[in-house]
């Protein structure tokens, strides 16, 4: 087939299917509710903040995405314009859940670039478990419920109008940072199992995942077996927590440096059958590879994993600048660019959803 007469078809295609990388992104927040979280959230709100990078249409102005004081940021965290019209086509969807007190925007280097190469970014903030607000024993504990939000908020998008007319829902993939990480594969068919933890961080008290948080050291690692999960209400709770909390239809998985794998039940990992790819720092010790990612990968059929030297936790989240690295403690664990890691990271998560969606 002469090379004009293909490039003629795959510009067909890309017009049909919304394939398209884009040259600018829009970023749009909605917001929806959840059963649970009111019980979650400091102020008892049931409101879930959504976050949506998307392609937008040529010629919008796009503002950096920068968290800090104005002028003086701390991280760094991609470019995207307001509100602007999203460009023609339906695109695919990526649903993205952010790390322990982590945020969404805290995540969109991520996705404002996978919104760029084509797709639509569904990002939120976990309740009670978001770094815009107080962290909660309920919002540490109740692990299962991450999941549960991606469901609402991308059942929310999927009504909304202005977004609907834009996605293909039936194209559809998960992704997540740290325990983004496990909810992204509760998202794919894996399994909460409390007391699989309990037994793995009752004989490794000095595993990542089973030391106390920095992000809120008084409500993680021993607190939250001895405290929050002897409170009556987080108890009636833990009765959902081995519900299948999937979406029907994810067609592929991507996770940052996975947390909480001791916290899913280690047959329940077969349940994923779609493609999946683990990125993770050789020297992250917070969620240990050896007892984190590495399981996943080998329990996950056919999942594949990329180790990255001198990687550590907190090197994906967004880019910290030097007066992060002077006053922010997570800041000052990152030894190597974090812009190189995000680029093989970005190169993995495009490589695996533009071969699987």
């Known amino acids: 087939m002469p090379f004009t007469t293909r ?29 649970t979280a009111a019980m979650r959230d400091a102020a008892h709100s049931d409101a879930l903040a959504i976050t949506v990078w998307y392609p937008a249409v040529d010629g919008v102005k796009e503002e950096p995405l920068d968290m800090g004081s104005p002028g003086h940021p701390l991280f760094l965290a991609g470019r995207a314009a307001q509100d602007a019209p999203f460009s023609p086509g339906r695109h695919p969807v990526v649903l993205l859940s952010h790390g322990f007190g982590g945020t969404a925007r805290m995540m969109s280097w991520f996705g404002t670039e996978l919104a760029r190469d084509g797709y639509v970014v569904v990002g939120v903030n976990h309740p009670g478990n978001n770094g815009m607000g107080p962290m909660t024993a309920a919002g540490a504990a109740m692990w299962w419920e991450r999941a549960e939000d991606l469901k609402a908020a991308f059942a929310a998008v999927r009504k909304d109008k202005a977004i609907a007319a834009h996605i293909d829902p039936v194209r559809l993939g998960v992704a997540g940072f740290s325990a983004g990480g496990f909810t992204a594969f509760l998202l794919a068919g894996a399994r909460t199992d409390i007391p699989h933890l ?6 490794h008290p000095d595993d990542g995942v089973c030391k106390p948080q920095k992000e809120a050291p008084e409500i993680s690692g021993p607190a939250l077996f001895h405290k929050a999960y002897e409170d ?8 959902h927590a081995t519900d299948d909390h999937s979406i029907p239809g994810v067609k592929a998985v991507f996770t940052l440096a996975p947390a909480l794998v001791q916290a899913i039940a280690p047959d329940s990992f077969v349940r994923i059958h779609v493609p999946t790819a683990i990125v993770v720092g050789l020297d992250d010790k917070v969620a240990e590879p050896a007892t984190n990612a590495n399981l996943a990968a080998k329990a996950i059929p056919g999942a594949t994993i990329t180790r990255l030297p001198g990687v550590g936790h907190y090197d994906f989240l967004s880019t910290c600048t030097d007066a992060a690295k002077a006053s922010v403690p997570i800041c000052a664990d990152v030894k190597v660019p974090q812009e190189a890691t995000h680029a093989e990271a970005l190169a993995k998560a495009k490589a695996l959803f533009d071969a699987a969606l």
């Open 198 to 203: 309990r037994a793995f961080c009752d004989s």
């Open 232 to 239: 009556p209400a987080i108890k009636a709770q833990i009765a």
């Open 7 to 35: 490039a003629c078809l795959a510009l067909a295609l890309t017009s049909i299917l919304g394939v398209a990388s884009a040259t600018t992104v829009g970023e749009t927040h909605r917001s929806t509710t959840t059963p």
